[in-house]
Structure formats: C-alpha cells, structure tokens
C-alpha cells in the first residue's frame, strides 16, 4: 500500500495560446474557461483530493501570482505555493518541488500534474493513478497515456511494448509533436498513446534521475537542504533559477531513462492548452462551428466564434477561423494557428503592455 502521494500542480504558464482571453496578469489556469464556476486550477485540485492530504498539496507558480493561488486555494498552506523567479521549463519547476518535498519527506511518492488539464470518468482515472503509484514504488518513472482518436501534431506521443495483461507498459519512444504525416502513422500503428504530461514517481527516484541526466540542474538545487521552508529560501531560488535553463521533463529526462512505465488511461481527457483544443470539447452546430456569441453567421464552417454577448457579430464566407474579442483585444486568425501565437503576442506587447 502506497503512503499519502504528494501532489504537484504546475500552474505558472500564461497561457499564450489562449490569447487574448489569457493575459500575462490573469492567464487560463485561473479561468473558468469549461464554464463550470471553477477556474481550470481549483478544478485540477479538486481532482487530486482523494489521493492526498491539504498539507501534502503543492503549486508550482510565478511569483506575481501567489496571491491569485492563494484567492484560488484558500485551503493550501501557504509553504507549499512555490513561487518561480522567472519562467522555466518542467524540468525545473520539477526539480523545485522534489528538492522541497526531500526536506521533509525523502520516501515520498509524487504525482505532477499540469492545471490545465479536463478528465471526465473521475473513477476510472482514480484507478488508473492508483496503479501509477504502485508501480513508481519500483523505482519507475510513470507517465499517463491516452489513446488517440485523431492523429494530432499538437501532443507528444509514447510508443510502448504491449504486454498482454500487463496494467503498465514499458515505454520505448518518445516523440515530441510530430507532423501530420507520423502522426497518422502513429495512430494506425496502434502502440502509440498521447502524453499526458502527468508523471508520478518515488521522490528519490526522479532526483536520481536529475543527478543522472541533468547534473547541472541537480546540481543547482541539492545545496537547497538549508534554505527550504526558511525565509531565505526565495533567495536561493533566484540564485538556482539563475543557474539553469529552458529544459523540459520530456526531453531531459523521460527521453533518456530506461525505467520508464506507461499507464493507459480509459477516461475522456483533454488538454486545454489552445483555442483548437477547447473547441474540440465543444458542441458544434451543423456546420461544425461553436458559437459563444450573439451571432449571425453565413456560408462559415469550422469556426470558433467567441464573443460577449453584448455584440452582434456576423460572420460570411469563413472556413477554420478563430474570432475573439476578450477586454481591448480582438483577434481573427486561423483556429489551427496554434504555432502562430508566441509571435501574436510578443508583436502585440510592442503596441502597449496593456494588451497582453
């Protein structure tokens, strides 16, 4: 029987393919974009409560937005809102936590998870990551998969061994976001799932793996032992952050590591990562189009038309667009232009912070 799992939640993107509706000072995961009442975070916390306890629950964030963690998680003990000095990749926002977590619990298991995720069939996932956790308590390094149902160039994809009856798979590629072509190679072949981007692990087997496959990053943090839970420990952590750089989990260490496990999820999940990806959730007319608007809309297919209500909008001859106005921000492009947006809102900044 596994112990109370800690739980990690990383929560510090802001969210630029969700732009304009996710701005740099109040980005998606503290949105309520499924229209539930609940931001994205408090729904992914929400989720992870029947694995753990309030004190054994961690946020990964930038620092500028602690205080919306706090509004958001009233019940989160403040210690454990971890606040990055400057943007990273996974692999450091991971190596915070487990570092922390090593202070005061070195036998612990750990459950990462991004905030802004969407999983339907709670139980079915609860089983799935009870057998993550049973099997990371032998040293593996586990990933969730989901099975395809399109082939997909915006997700990473796991290629593992199928064992007949086995409840987790060795994993034997790792393919980051591949284009159209293997990504439908991917999904006729059969073996190949999406990363979820969830991992679970023993503690001491993914510092392991740091100290291993990225001696530079571990090496930053394991001088850390001092300074956890201390006031001074914001001030060894801009020193740290400054000593690494942009390294995802993936690529760092899940890429490189022979003791890595899959377990396949049965449950209806979603990342919300993108315009494209929330309408893929959504209910489309018989045009295929979503319309959260007061619209009009002629000869248009395939379109996401999000706007309040307080407009008219109407739309003729368009097929694959994206309309949005959100605050001072209108935004009309392609709803798959998803690689298109790092360079939107780095040319909008230059027309006034205000707009981003």
Request: a negative charge.
């Amino acid at each position: 029987m596994v112990e109370t799992p800690f739980v990690v939640i990383m929560a510090g993107g802001i969210g630029s393919r969700f732009w304009p509706y996710s701005r740099d000072s109040y980005p998606k995961q503290f949105l309520d974009i499924l229209g539930t009442g609940r931001s994205m975070l408090q729904m992914t916390y929400e989720r992870f409560v029947p694995f753990t306890n309030p004190d054994r629950m961690m946020v990964v964030t930038n620092s500028k937005y602690k205080s919306l963690v706090m509004e958001q998680l009233p019940d989160l003990l403040e210690e454990n809102i971890l606040c990055e000095p400057s943007k990273r990749d996974t692999a450091t926002c991971i190596a915070y936590a487990s570092y922390k977590i090593r202070k005061k619990y070195p036998e612990a298991h750990v459950i990462v998870t991004p905030s802004d995720h969407m999983i339907l069939n709670e139980i079915s996932f609860q089983a799935k990551m009870q057998i993550a956790l049973e099997t990371a308590s032998d040293a593996n390094l586990v990933t969730i998969g989901i099975k395809p149902n399109r082939p997909d160039t915006g997700y990473g994809y796991i290629q593992y061994i199928d064992e007949p009856g086995a409840k987790a798979y060795k994993v034997k590629t790792f393919t980051e976001k591949p284009n159209a072509e293997l990504a439908e190679t991917f999904l006729q072949s059969g073996d190949f799932v999406w990363n979820s981007g969830i991992f679970v692990w023993k503690n001491e087997s993914i510092i392991h793996a740091f100290e291993k496959y990225i001696p530079e990053l571990a090496e930053a943090f394991e001088d850390g032992e001092a300074f956890w839970y201390s006031p001074k420990e914001q001030e060894f952590i801009l020193k740290a952050y400054s000593l690494v750089k942009n390294l995802s989990i993936d690529y760092g260490v899940m890429e490189k590591s022979d003791a890595v496990f899959v377990v396949l999820g049965d449950f209806t999940w979603a990342d919300l990562g993108s315009w494209k990806g929330l309408y893929e959730l959504q209910q489309r007319d018989q045009n295929n189009n979503v319309v959260e608007a007061n619209a009009l809309l002629y000869d248009t297919r395939n379109t996401f038309v999000k706007v309040n209500s307080g407009k008219l909008v109407v739309v003729h001859g368009l097929d694959n667009y994206l309309i949005n106005e959100s605050d001072n921000v209108l935004l009309i492009c392609k709803l798959d232009a998803e690689n298109r947006f790092r360079e939107f809102v780095g040319d909008a900044k230059s027309k006034g912070d205000g707009f981003i």
